[in-house]
């Protein structure tokens, strides 16, 4: 990780529509777990596309969350990495009970 800060350059109004997206995909999880440093979450591949996308927007934004996504099998692994001290952050944003 690197040692970028932890904000986010969204108002509050976009933040809270980007958090409604994330909320809104990830309701279409498989599954969703804690892993070292993030959050793993199993979506299905036809999910790919728009996975990607929000994840790059949320990049332009919150560079200090790292975004990696692994499509195999017919299945896509987003896993979302942030440094301790923005774990909570993360949690919420990701609405995740891990």
């Known amino acids: 990780m690197s040692a970028e800060p932890i904000a986010c350059t969204l ?3 976009d933040r809270g529509e980007r958090i409604g997206a994330w909320r809104q995909l990830l309701a279409r ?3 969703r777990e804690r892993i070292d440093g993030g959050l793993r979450f199993s979506l299905p591949a036809s ?3 728009l996975t990607a996308e929000l994840a790059a ?3 332009q934004c919150c560079t200090f969350l790292e975004f990696t996504l692994h499509l195999t099998g017919g299945a896509l ?3 979302v990495r ?3 001290e923005a774990f909570p952050v993360l949690r919420d944003v990701f609405s995740a009970s891990a």
């Open 57 to 59: 927007a949320e990049q």
């Open 29 to 31: 999880a498989d599954s």
């Open 11 to 13: 108002s509050s109004g």
């Open 82 to 84: 942030a440094p301790a």
């Open 77 to 79: 692994d987003l896993e």
């Open 47 to 49: 999910l790919a596309g």
